[in-house]
């Protein structure tokens, strides 16, 4: 199950995966957008808004009715609103909380019977380097949300550590999508790839239980940390 794989991040994701063989479950709020390429016999398009509560259920039932299982989520849909704290309003940020942090919950809730089922179940988080710092003014709500949505990645690998799950946050930068490309005049061949990004998460749900991984960070820039 991928959510957002319309575009950027999460259509690279899905489209390695589907190289490689996966079956997949792309969860999006306009189906009609996703990529032809992405349709296929081995994928199923989903109509889930990550802002509506329910609409993981539908999606979820929709992955089990068409594949009999769910072996991996990949949590990539989410909102930024460039406002500094003061200036954000309390709708403001109860909707970055609401698609960051509260969706991708909701989503593991329903699909984690099944992830159990599998017994090596995984579930990356696409958090961002905003869940690790607040990199200027105008990213302050997003990576409050950001930092919550790290929380949230540890305490599912936390709750299902004894049941086989592995759970992963993966901490980009700055990646060559729209999203960046509003946000910063950095050239985007110098920003990491999407496609490097699909890569990551190619690795990480083929380790085995043994080799899990908490967090991943990866950056185009030298930063003192990151």
Known sequence: MISGANRGIGAAIAKRLAQEGWQLSIG???PD?????????STVVCQYDADIAGSEQAWTEAT?????????LINNAGIMIPKNVIEADDDDM???LNVNVKAPLRVARAAWPYLEQSGRGRIVTVVSLSGKRVKSVGSGIYSISKFAALALSHALRQTG???GIRSTALCPGFVATDMAASLTEMPAEQMTQPDDLATMVSMLLNL???ASVAELCVNGLSESSF
């Open 161 to 163: 550590w004894d049941k």
């Open 208 to 210: 085995p239980n043994s």
């Open 28 to 30: 999006v709020r306009q």
């Open 94 to 96: 109860d909707a970055v």
């Open 33 to 41: 957008s996703v990529p032809p390429e992405l349709r296929t016999a």
């Open 64 to 72: 089990v009715k068409r594949f009999g299982r769910i072996d991996a």
